[in-house]
Nanobody, 126 residues
Framework: VQLQASGGGLVRAGGSLRLSCAASGRTSASTVWAWFRQAPGKEREWLAAIRWGGGGSYHAGAVKGRFTISKDTAKKSVYLQMNSLKPEDTAVYYC????????????????????WGQGTLVTVSS
C-alpha cells in the first residue's frame, strides 16, 4: 500500500483546509486509517482514525470538534477536514494505515501503523 497525502498549504487563523490521503494497492475492511501531525521540535501526534470497513471514527481530544476524519471507499481515500485553524496547528500532517484490527483505545500509537504517507505541510498564520 502506498499513501499520497495532499491538501496542505498556507491559511489564516480561523480558516479551513481539507487534507486528502489516497491509497494505491490493496486495502481491506480490517484496515485502520489515521492522521498524525508533527510540529517542529515536537513528537508526532495522533489526530484521528477511522475503520475502513465501518465502525466509527475517533478523534483526539485536542482537535475534537474542529477536525473531522472521513472516508470515500470508492476513491480509496481518507480526508481530514480542519476548521477554525490556529497557528499552533502548523505542522506536517501524515496519513497512516494499519493492516490489522486493533481495539480503538490504541489507535493513537504510531507503532500499529504499517504504512505512512509522505506528509503535507500546513501553515497557519496569525
Amino acid at each position: 500500500v502506498q499513501l499520497q497525502a495532499s491538501g496542505g498549504g498556507l491559511v489564516r487563523a480561523g480558516g479551513s483546509l481539507r487534507l486528502s490521503c489516497a491509497a494505491s494497492g490493496r486495502t481491506s475492511a480490517s484496515t485502520v486509517w489515521a492522521w498524525f501531525r508533527q510540529a517542529p521540535g515536537k513528537e508526532r501526534e495522533w489526530l484521528a482514525a477511522i475503520r475502513w470497513g465501518g465502525g466509527g471514527s475517533y478523534h483526539a481530544g485536542a482537535v475534537k470538534g474542529r477536525f473531522t476524519i472521513s472516508k470515500d471507499t470508492a476513491k480509496k481515500s481518507v480526508y481530514l477536514q480542519m476548521n477554525s485553524l490556529k497557528p499552533e496547528d502548523t505542522a506536517v500532517y501524515y496519513c497512516a494505515v494499519s493492516e490489522r484490527t486493533y481495539i480503538s483505545s490504541i489507535y493513537y500509537q504510531r507503532g500499529i501503523y504499517d504504512y505512512w504517507g509522505q506528509g503535507t505541510l500546513v501553515t497557519v498564520s496569525s
